[in-house]
Antibody
Framework: QVQLQQWGAGLLKPSESLSLACAVY????????WTWIRQPPGKGLEWIGE???????NYNPSLKSRVTISVDTSKNQFSLRLNSVTAADTAFYYC??????????????WGQGNLVTVSS | EIVLTQSPGTLSLSPGERVTISCRAG???????LAWYQQKPGQAPRLLIY???NRAAGVPDRFGGGGSGTDFNLTISRLEPEDFAMYYC??????????FGQGTKLEIK
Protein backbone atom coordinates (compact mmCIF):
# COMPACT_ATOMS: atom_id res chain seq x y z
CA GLN A 1 0.00 0.00 0.00
CA VAL A 2 1.33 3.41 -0.93
CA GLN A 3 1.71 5.89 1.92
CA LEU A 4 2.81 9.50 1.84
CA GLN A 5 4.10 10.99 5.09
CA GLN A 6 4.77 14.71 5.24
CA TRP A 7 6.36 17.06 7.75
CA GLY A 8 7.61 20.59 8.20
CA ALA A 9 7.38 23.77 10.23
CA GLY A 10 3.86 24.79 11.17
CA LEU A 11 4.29 28.42 12.23
CA LEU A 12 6.08 31.05 10.21
CA LYS A 13 6.48 34.81 10.30
CA PRO A 14 5.76 36.98 7.27
CA SER A 15 8.66 37.05 4.77
CA GLU A 16 10.03 33.69 5.96
CA SER A 17 10.25 30.61 3.79
CA LEU A 18 7.95 27.62 4.05
CA SER A 19 9.61 24.21 3.81
CA LEU A 20 7.77 20.90 3.73
CA ALA A 21 8.91 17.42 2.82
CA CYS A 22 7.03 14.28 1.83
CA ALA A 23 8.31 10.71 1.97
CA VAL A 24 6.81 7.97 -0.18
CA TYR A 25 6.50 4.44 1.13
CA UNK A 26 5.45 1.48 -0.96
CA UNK A 27 5.07 1.34 -4.73
CA UNK A 28 7.39 2.74 -7.34
CA UNK A 29 8.75 6.25 -7.22
CA UNK A 30 9.13 6.36 -10.98
CA UNK A 31 6.41 7.16 -13.45
CA UNK A 32 4.45 9.55 -11.26
CA UNK A 33 4.08 13.27 -10.71
CA TRP A 34 4.81 14.15 -7.09
CA THR A 35 2.49 16.98 -6.27
CA TRP A 36 1.80 19.69 -3.70
CA ILE A 37 -1.71 21.09 -3.12
CA ARG A 38 -2.88 23.60 -0.54
CA GLN A 39 -6.18 24.51 1.08
CA PRO A 40 -6.76 27.64 3.17
CA PRO A 41 -8.88 26.80 6.22
CA GLY A 42 -12.52 26.51 5.19
CA LYS A 43 -11.75 27.04 1.49
CA GLY A 44 -11.08 25.03 -1.64
CA LEU A 45 -8.09 23.20 -3.09
CA GLU A 46 -5.27 24.86 -5.04
CA TRP A 47 -2.76 22.92 -7.12
CA ILE A 48 0.72 24.29 -6.36
CA GLY A 49 2.98 22.23 -8.58
CA GLU A 50 4.63 18.91 -9.29
CA UNK A 51 7.88 17.13 -10.01
CA UNK A 52 8.77 13.79 -11.55
CA UNK A 53 11.66 11.49 -10.72
CA UNK A 54 13.84 13.19 -13.31
CA UNK A 55 13.39 16.56 -11.64
CA UNK A 56 11.12 18.04 -14.27
CA UNK A 57 8.72 20.50 -12.67
CA ASN A 58 5.46 22.31 -13.38
CA TYR A 59 4.23 25.15 -11.22
CA ASN A 60 1.03 27.11 -10.83
CA PRO A 61 1.71 30.48 -12.50
CA SER A 62 0.11 32.23 -9.53
CA LEU A 63 2.94 30.96 -7.27
CA LYS A 64 5.73 30.26 -9.73
CA SER A 65 7.96 33.16 -8.70
CA ARG A 66 8.08 31.93 -5.08
CA VAL A 67 7.90 28.12 -5.36
CA THR A 68 10.54 25.46 -5.71
CA ILE A 69 9.78 21.74 -5.69
CA SER A 70 12.71 19.36 -5.48
CA VAL A 71 13.15 15.59 -5.38
CA ASP A 72 15.54 13.16 -3.71
CA THR A 73 15.12 9.83 -5.45
CA SER A 74 17.64 8.13 -3.14
CA LYS A 75 15.20 8.65 -0.27
CA ASN A 76 11.91 8.55 -2.24
CA GLN A 77 11.20 12.05 -0.98
CA PHE A 78 10.18 15.35 -2.48
CA SER A 79 10.02 18.82 -0.99
CA LEU A 80 8.26 22.16 -1.25
CA ARG A 81 9.78 25.56 -0.62
CA LEU A 82 7.68 28.71 -0.76
CA ASN A 83 9.52 31.99 -0.27
CA SER A 84 8.39 35.29 1.19
CA VAL A 85 5.23 33.97 2.82
CA THR A 86 2.36 36.19 3.91
CA ALA A 87 -0.83 35.55 5.84
CA ALA A 88 -2.45 34.60 2.52
CA ASP A 89 -0.22 31.51 2.46
CA THR A 90 -1.80 30.16 5.65
CA ALA A 91 -3.25 26.82 4.62
CA PHE A 92 -3.25 23.07 4.94
CA TYR A 93 -0.56 21.76 2.60
CA TYR A 94 -0.90 18.28 1.12
CA CYS A 95 1.49 16.14 -0.86
CA UNK A 96 0.03 13.65 -3.32
CA UNK A 97 0.92 11.15 -6.03
CA UNK A 98 -0.22 12.05 -9.50
CA UNK A 99 -0.71 9.66 -12.35
CA UNK A 100 -1.39 10.81 -15.91
CA UNK A 101 -1.44 7.77 -18.11
CA UNK A 102 -3.94 5.95 -20.26
CA UNK A 103 -7.12 7.41 -18.86
CA UNK A 104 -6.11 7.10 -15.23
CA UNK A 105 -5.32 10.76 -14.60
CA UNK A 106 -5.77 11.52 -10.94
CA UNK A 107 -4.15 12.22 -7.59
CA UNK A 108 -4.57 8.78 -6.14
CA UNK A 109 -2.68 8.88 -2.85
CA TRP A 110 -2.41 11.82 -0.47
CA GLY A 111 -0.38 12.73 2.57
CA GLN A 112 -2.09 13.56 5.83
CA GLY A 113 -1.68 17.31 5.44
CA ASN A 114 0.15 19.97 7.42
CA LEU A 115 -1.32 23.22 8.66
CA VAL A 116 1.08 26.06 8.05
CA THR A 117 0.19 29.33 9.76
CA VAL A 118 1.82 32.62 8.86
CA SER A 119 1.54 35.18 11.63
CA SER A 120 3.66 37.90 13.13
CA GLU B 1 -6.08 27.90 -16.81
CA ILE B 2 -9.30 25.93 -17.12
CA VAL B 3 -11.92 27.17 -14.67
CA LEU B 4 -14.18 24.50 -13.17
CA THR B 5 -17.51 25.60 -11.68
CA GLN B 6 -19.40 23.21 -9.45
CA SER B 7 -23.07 23.43 -8.67
CA PRO B 8 -24.75 23.61 -6.36
CA GLY B 9 -22.46 24.99 -3.69
CA THR B 10 -24.37 23.26 -0.91
CA LEU B 11 -26.87 20.42 -0.92
CA SER B 12 -29.08 19.47 2.05
CA LEU B 13 -30.40 15.95 1.65
CA SER B 14 -31.43 12.92 3.68
CA PRO B 15 -29.90 9.45 3.77
CA GLY B 16 -31.35 7.24 1.05
CA GLU B 17 -31.82 10.09 -1.43
CA ARG B 18 -30.13 10.36 -4.81
CA VAL B 19 -27.82 13.28 -5.57
CA THR B 20 -26.10 14.68 -8.62
CA ILE B 21 -23.32 17.27 -8.46
CA SER B 22 -22.35 19.21 -11.56
CA CYS B 23 -18.90 20.32 -12.71
CA ARG B 24 -18.79 22.68 -15.67
CA ALA B 25 -15.51 23.55 -17.38
CA GLY B 26 -14.72 26.87 -19.01
CA UNK B 27 -13.39 24.97 -22.03
CA UNK B 28 -13.59 21.42 -23.23
CA UNK B 29 -11.80 18.86 -21.06
CA UNK B 30 -10.77 15.43 -22.24
CA UNK B 31 -12.92 13.11 -20.16
CA UNK B 32 -9.87 11.02 -19.30
CA UNK B 33 -8.56 14.01 -17.33
CA LEU B 34 -11.61 14.58 -15.09
CA ALA B 35 -11.46 13.33 -11.49
CA TRP B 36 -13.66 13.64 -8.42
CA TYR B 37 -12.54 13.70 -4.78
CA GLN B 38 -14.34 13.43 -1.46
CA GLN B 39 -13.08 15.28 1.60
CA LYS B 40 -14.32 14.84 5.16
CA PRO B 41 -13.56 17.32 7.96
CA GLY B 42 -9.99 17.06 9.20
CA GLN B 43 -8.99 14.63 6.46
CA ALA B 44 -7.10 14.76 3.19
CA PRO B 45 -9.14 14.44 0.01
CA ARG B 46 -9.79 10.91 -1.24
CA LEU B 47 -9.96 9.94 -4.91
CA LEU B 48 -13.44 8.74 -5.90
CA ILE B 49 -13.61 8.86 -9.69
CA TYR B 50 -10.99 9.13 -12.44
CA UNK B 51 -11.41 9.36 -16.17
CA UNK B 52 -14.82 10.93 -15.56
CA UNK B 53 -16.55 7.61 -14.89
CA ASN B 54 -14.16 5.09 -13.36
CA ARG B 55 -14.42 4.32 -9.65
CA ALA B 56 -11.17 4.26 -7.72
CA ALA B 57 -10.25 1.17 -5.75
CA GLY B 58 -12.54 0.56 -2.80
CA VAL B 59 -15.16 3.13 -3.80
CA PRO B 60 -18.71 1.80 -3.38
CA ASP B 61 -20.75 1.31 -6.55
CA ARG B 62 -23.36 3.82 -5.39
CA PHE B 63 -20.88 6.45 -6.64
CA GLY B 64 -20.93 7.12 -10.36
CA GLY B 65 -19.50 9.71 -12.72
CA GLY B 66 -20.28 10.81 -16.22
CA GLY B 67 -20.21 13.56 -18.76
CA SER B 68 -17.98 14.88 -21.50
CA GLY B 69 -16.70 18.08 -23.07
CA THR B 70 -17.52 20.86 -20.64
CA ASP B 71 -20.19 19.16 -18.49
CA PHE B 72 -19.46 16.44 -15.97
CA ASN B 73 -21.36 15.06 -13.00
CA LEU B 74 -20.99 12.94 -9.91
CA THR B 75 -23.99 10.90 -8.81
CA ILE B 76 -24.55 9.09 -5.54
CA SER B 77 -27.47 6.72 -6.03
CA ARG B 78 -28.50 6.29 -2.39
CA LEU B 79 -26.88 8.47 0.24
CA GLU B 80 -25.34 6.76 3.22
CA PRO B 81 -24.52 8.71 6.42
CA GLU B 82 -20.79 8.54 5.63
CA ASP B 83 -21.31 10.28 2.26
CA PHE B 84 -21.99 13.68 3.79
CA ALA B 85 -18.80 15.57 2.97
CA MET B 86 -17.23 18.00 0.53
CA TYR B 87 -16.80 17.00 -3.11
CA TYR B 88 -14.36 18.46 -5.62
CA CYS B 89 -13.85 17.94 -9.31
CA UNK B 90 -10.44 18.41 -10.92
CA UNK B 91 -9.08 18.51 -14.44
CA UNK B 92 -5.75 16.69 -14.35
CA UNK B 93 -4.36 16.53 -17.85
CA UNK B 94 -3.26 18.65 -20.76
CA UNK B 95 -1.42 21.77 -19.66
CA UNK B 96 -0.98 22.85 -16.03
CA UNK B 97 -2.18 24.35 -13.78
CA UNK B 98 -4.51 21.48 -12.91
CA UNK B 99 -7.43 23.29 -11.39
CA PHE B 100 -10.10 22.15 -8.95
CA GLY B 101 -13.72 23.15 -8.74
CA GLN B 102 -14.66 25.28 -5.77
CA GLY B 103 -16.33 22.36 -4.05
CA THR B 104 -19.84 21.19 -3.18
CA LYS B 105 -20.85 20.63 0.42
CA LEU B 106 -23.24 17.75 0.92
CA GLU B 107 -24.94 18.10 4.29
CA ILE B 108 -27.56 16.16 6.17
CA LYS B 109 -31.02 17.69 6.06
Amino acid sequence: QVQLQQWGAGLLKPSESLSLACAVYGGSFSGYFWTWIRQPPGKGLEWIGEINESGSTNYNPSLKSRVTISVDTSKNQFSLRLNSVTAADTAFYYCARGLRSGGTSSLDFWGQGNLVTVSS
Amino acid sequence: EIVLTQSPGTLSLSPGERVTISCRAGQSVDSSYLAWYQQKPGQAPRLLIYGASNRAAGVPDRFGGGGSGTDFNLTISRLEPEDFAMYYCQQYGGSPPFSFGQGTKLEIK
